[in-house]
């Protein structure tokens, strides 16, 4: 730090030299033009005024008249003296100072009698400098001589010493109090925060894992900063890490950790590259005024697959929707990500208008999402929609293909419902390549699924993969019955393969889930839920004494309607609970450019304030309902806070909502009331099981988990946890992968024209 502080006040002292040096020169240059330019302005006057006189003497050749006038100007300021000469160049009358500085005509006094013209000239006559300013004399139009001032010019070069040591002093000062400020600057504006980073770094790597450390104030070094904070969190992970890791080795749990997945990727990928395709992207830019900003989307999908593409440098395929997607990617429509620490690819597939109302609002949620959800919307399927569905995902499947030309034998994890056909579109053109698809929604029954007019197009494309996946085993019997019965197959259903021209499929359940141990190491890791819940309720402006929760899209699928009839059940039958129970929906807007979404919207609002009026009073009313999106961190809050939490989904693939809750529950505490319509269902027995249309048995349900015994509440909780934790998202990614690199890929090229000979091995 002294030789930095050396160093630095050296080349300001150096800087300040020059600069001071520059501007000097300047000065004087500018202070000399101005003295010369006063003095020439100046005789020019005195000519003017003077030359009439002496004309009128040198015309009437009286040598005494001139004499008097040039003796008249002897004693000026700066005017050394005057001379006048005939037309030959003869002295005819000088002031007495000039008498031995002017014995020779001086070449300027000879310039202007021939020329005929004003002249003048800086010189130096004897030790003196001069100024000399020659004036023609004329007689009736003709030149009869010329009248010279001589000027002390010695006074401009006296000036501008004076400008150089005013200068060279003013530097010199400046150069003491910026050193001094500097030296000012680096105690308090370097060394203080490089000893704060200093300070913070040694005791993160020593016994930082303690307790949560915040980066330090850094001034300045605000990059430095940031990099220290990404330093800090690897770090972090890495210590977290490994100490899970030892810890679970010692306890014999067999948990997946986003470490152990992307080792276990690694090793099963070989020489090869994973490639994502989903239509939500793992980071989206955001324009926010003049500046891009990062932003991530809540996903438990980019949670799963993001530690495996980080481990294996792979690709991501998406639809680029945020504003400023475009801004940043190259002319290939690449960027690397994460931001902070690029590992892997980003590829932005472009969708006009138009196509993302066809692919997307239209047959993928207006046709397939209610087709697959059986919960009485009657699905919309246009011929124009399928036909912007098709062009969407072969513009997917394209655009893979370019990504994996270089790649041998390529993985590649096709993602959800909108994508049905890239499958087959991707192994018509590279058999070699193990292609997986994950349905993440239900699968319906095979009288359900036959409404869709181009069904056997759509179960063609998903027999392209080599891997089906679905959440629960009753999906995967629903897809196989569905092909059995919708197209000429041989289903095995020991095996639960699929069998279509030349190409078997297997077809299996992974059931998906959450990071529990993310939520364990949030910073609020150690809560009070009665004091975060009577927080929440001064936040919301509201009084009572239990809290239950309710988060989800606003989605006809999720039963919001019948969980407030539920509400108003249990206020009728159990009036103990009135201003005593608070449900708060937090119901994000979803899909608002369909109409049945934007009615739904407003049922849900009227329901809720129906409820309201008929119950409220003062400062308790039954029913919050929160209509915005919400941040994982203010989510988290609510589910900490709430009593029990209320997933009523009238059908659904799995519901991360209801994992969600049990992981923020640290405090192994709260009641979930779960839909016996969701995947989750199947592992979360202890959560207390409702059919969402029985209104009663809801309403008798939160009753129960409002009466029900603490150590059963706990009891509970602990059980549902350890699923949570067991069956965690890095053991669906790792199950998923791992089944489909271990499955014996068939490189006859898959087309629904051609005709079954034999299989490969599964």
């Not at 030299?17 to 501007?23: C, P, R, T, Y």
């Not at 003709?142 to 530097?171: M, N, P």
Request: glycine share 4%.
């Amino acid at each position: 730090m002294r030789l930095l502080s050396v160093r630095l006040i050296v080349s300001l002292f150096i800087g300040i030299a020059v600069i001071s040096l520059l501007f000097s020169y300047y000065s004087v240059r500018t202070e000399q033009r101005q003295l010369r330019s006063d003095l020439e302005r100046r005789a020019d006057l005195l000519g003017e005024s003077l030359s009439g006189n002496v004309e009128q003497a040198l015309s009437k050749n009286s040598p005494r008249a001139l004499q008097r006038i040039v003796e008249r100007f002897d004693k000026r300021e700066h005017l050394t003296g005057v001379a006048v000469y005939d037309v030959t160049g003869t002295r005819l009358a000088v002031s007495p100072a000039l008498g031995n500085f002017l014995d020779n005509r001086p070449t300027v006094v000879a310039e202007a009698i021939v020329n005929d013209q004003s002249s003048s000239q800086y010189a130096k006559i004897g030790y003196a400098s001069v100024y000399i300013r020659v004036i023609p004399l004329h007689d009736e139009g003709r030149i009869i001589g010329a009248l010279a001032l001589v000027y002390d010019s010695g006074f401009i070069a006296s000036r501008t010493k004076q400008v150089w040591r005013e200068s060279f002093v003013r530097a010199l000062v400046q150069i003491v109090i910026i050193a001094l400020l500097t030296l000012l600057i680096v105690q308090w504006s370097l060394r203080g925060p490089i000893a704060r980073a200093a300070t913070w770094m040694r005791t993160l790597r020593t016994h930082g894992h303690a307790k949560q450390q915040e980066v330090p104030e850094l001034g300045p070094f605000e990059p430095l900063a940031r990099e220290l904070t990404t330093i800090a969190e690897n770090l972090k992970r890495a210590r977290v890490a490994a100490e899970t890791e030892a810890r679970l080795r010692q306890s014999a749990e067999n948990v997946w950790t986003a470490q152990r997945l992307a080792v276990h990727v690694k090793s099963k990928l070989g020489r090869s590259r994973l490639f994502v395709i989903s239509n939500r992207e793992p980071y989206l830019h955001v324009r926010r005024g003049k500046n891009i900003e990062v932003t991530t989307p809540a996903s438990g999908l980019v949670t799963a697959l993001e530690p495996v593409l980080l481990a294996c440098d792979g690709t991501w395929l998406a639809h680029g929707s945020a504003d400023a997607d475009r801004e940043v990617v190259d002319e290939h429509d690449h960027i690397r990500v994460p931001p902070d620490d690029p590992h892997y690819t980003l590829r932005r597939i472009w969708l006009s208008e138009e196509e993302e109302d066809g692919y997307y609002y239209g047959f993928a949620n207006e046709g397939l999402w209610p087709l697959c959800h059986i919960a009485h919307t009657r699905p919309l399927f246009r011929a124009s929609d399928w036909e912007w569905y098709r062009s969407v995902n072969r513009k997917f499947a394209d655009a893979a293909l370019q990504e994996m030309a270089d790649t041998e034998e390529p993985v590649v994890l096709v993602q959800d419902y909108h994508f049905a056909l890239v499958p087959q579109m991707i192994k018509e053109k590279r058999p070699d390549a193990r292609v997986s698809i994950f349905w993440h929604i239900p699968w319906p029954n095979p009288e359900a699924f036959a409404i869709c007019p181009w069904q056997k197009d759509l179960l063609d494309g998903l027999l392209g993969a080599d891997l089906i996946g679905f959440h629960v085993q009753a999906h995967c019997n629903n897809f196989l019955n569905t092909v059995e019965r919708a197209l000429e197959s041989q289903i095995n259903w020991e095996y639960f393969t699929a069998k279509r021209n030349q190409h078997v499929s297997l077809v299996r359940p992974f059931p998906i889930s959450v990071d529990l141990a993310d939520f364990d190491q949030a910073p609020q890791r150690w809560f009070n839920s009665e004091d975060e819940r009577a927080q929440l309720f001064r936040e919301l402006q509201v009084d009572g004494i239990f809290m239950g929760v309710g988060v989800d899209r606003v989605d006809y699928t999720k039963g919001i309607l019948e969980r407030f009839l539920a509400i108003e059940q249990l206020l009728e039958t159990y009036p103990v609970y009135q201003k005593q129970f608070v449900f708060v929906q937090i119901g994000a807007p979803s899909r608002t450019h369909i109409q049945r979404y934007k009615d739904l919207m407003d049922e849900v609002l009227s329901e809720a304030d129906r409820i309201n009026r008929r119950f409220q009073t003062g400062n308790w009313r039954p029913i919050v309902f929160l209509n915005r999106q919400h941040s994982h961190a203010e989510v988290q809050r609510y589910y900490r806070a709430a009593d029990l939490c209320l997933v009523t989904s009238l059908h659904d693939g799995m519901n991360l909502v209801a994992k969600e809750y049990l992981a923020a529950r640290s405090d192994e505490d709260g009641v979930l009331i779960l839909s016996r319509f969701t995947g989750a269902a199947r592992e979360l027995r202890d959560a207390l099981i409702v059919n969402p249309y029985d209104i009663n048995q809801t309403a008798e349900a939160i009753r129960k988990a409002l009466e029900m015994d603490p150590n059963e509440r706990r009891e509970r909780m602990q059980h549902m946890r350890k699923i949570v934790r067991e069956q965690n998202i890095y053991r669906w990614a790792a199950d998923l992968i791992g089944q489909l690199c271990d499955f014996r890929v068939n490189t006859t090229k898959v087309s629904p024209t051609t005709h079954e000979t034999s299989a490969p091995a599964a």
